[in-house]
């Protein structure tokens, strides 16, 4: 997992590791994760075919909104709901799947770059 110094980093939570339990954020370990500039907060995450927008109420409310949502599916790449992506898209907000490793990744670097995003990690196992 990349680190950045002081002078790059952006303010709020980010991910320092990934262990067998889970995503490590400021000294927690989250099985599965909702990161927003703000806050790291454990997640009840559904199962990918059952996530709806209801599951992802607490970075819609957001303000303002994200610019777009990077959904970690678990330990491979799968395709969000069609239905999840539409509702979304309808928000203004695109979605950025990927596997959670990746996303975590990403996740990193782009708040290093100090951009408005949203994210949602499923569980490793």
Known sequence: MPRFDKGSAAHGPVVQAITDQGFSVDGGIYRALLLTPERAEQW???????????????????????????????????????????????????IEAMDSRAAARTWGLLRAEERWIAAALMPLV
């Open 44 to 94: 009840p995450a559904p199962t990918l075919d059952a996530l709806t927008i209801d599951d992802l109420a607490t970075l819609l409310r957001l303000e303002p909104s994200p610019e777009f949502l990077l959904l970690g599916t678990g330990p491979t790449l799968k395709f969000p709901p069609r239905a999840l992506v539409r509702a979304l898209d309808d928000r203004g907000i695109g």
